[in-house]
């Protein structure tokens, strides 16, 4: 599948080829295409990213090696199909969750960020524990030198829609500041997911809360800043 994440400037393409060879047309090769990111994601769980290869996949998916590579070259082209829609399924629901948000009467109260940044945490958690080996396909965006483009083109996406859509609540900050902090929000706020995610004994919602009153007190010097310049100035 191709991806507009591929080929952005988060850093150099990687040497390692990692498109697919060719898109499948009929229903039995969508199976076959299907099956392998499938058998994937399961096989990441039981042999990390270092034992996986083809071949184990093809010995897991019943098919010849012949199959496997009329679609993908290697194994981080099969990981990288799957991290790409990893985090199209988390920045869809993060979009879904900003229509809804600007459609709502913003009054700039702690409660209101933090339920609105909570309910958006809530959102890409639960689309992200029902992708089929999303803890692992998680893990190996950040370990493996490869892959790390496809989440950081991702993060880069996010943190730009965010700055479009809530540029208009802070017109007095300097642009540049404002970007800095919108993505290094993002990073925080995917950190807290990759925590629910690694560690389901914990209270998730816990930290859902947790992590966007954080971000709401962080920007709160924005806020701050807003409420200064609005105040008229005595001669």
């Given at each position: ?111 209101a960020s933090i339920r609105g940044l909570r309910d958006m945490q809530a959102a890409i958690n639960a689309v992200t524990l029902a992708f089929p080996g999303a803890v692992w396909i998680m893990r190996a965006l950040r370990a493996v030198p490869t892959l790390r483009h496809i989440r ?84």
């Amino acid at each position: 599948m191709k991806s507009v994440t591929r080929g952005k400037a988060s850093g150099a393409r990687p040497a390692i080829p990692l498109g697919t060879k060719q898109q499948p047309m009929q229903q039995r090769s969508v199976e076959t295409f299907e099956l392998i990111l499938e058998v994937t994601a399961r096989l990441l769980g039981d042999v990390g990213v270092e034992r996986l290869s083809t071949n184990l996949v093809c010995e897991h998916a019943g098919i010849s090696p012949p199959a496997l590579y009329r679609y993908f070259p290697n194994k981080y082209a099969i990981l990288a199909e799957l991290g790409e829609r990893l985090m199209k399924r988390q920045n869809e629901a993060y979009r879904a969750w900003l229509a809804r948000e600007q459609q709502l009467d913003y009054d700039g109260s702690h409660e209101a960020s933090i339920r609105g940044l909570r309910d958006m945490q809530a959102a890409i958690n639960a689309v992200t524990l029902a992708f089929p080996g999303a803890v692992w396909i998680m893990r190996a965006l950040r370990a493996v030198p490869t892959l790390r483009h496809i989440r950081l083109a991702s993060h880069e996406d996010v943190a730009e829609t965010t700055f479009k859509g809530l540029r208009d609540r802070y017109p007095s900050a300097d642009e540049g500041a404002l970007r800095i902090a919108m993505r290094l929000s993002t990073e925080v706020m995917y950190a807290a997911t990759e925590m629910v995610v690694d560690n389901p004994q914990m209270d998730g919602d816990a930290i859902n809360t947790e992590v966007a009153e954080m971000v709401v007190r962080y920007y709160d010097k924005f806020v701050e800043a807003e409420a200064r310049y609005a105040r008229p100035r005595t001669p």
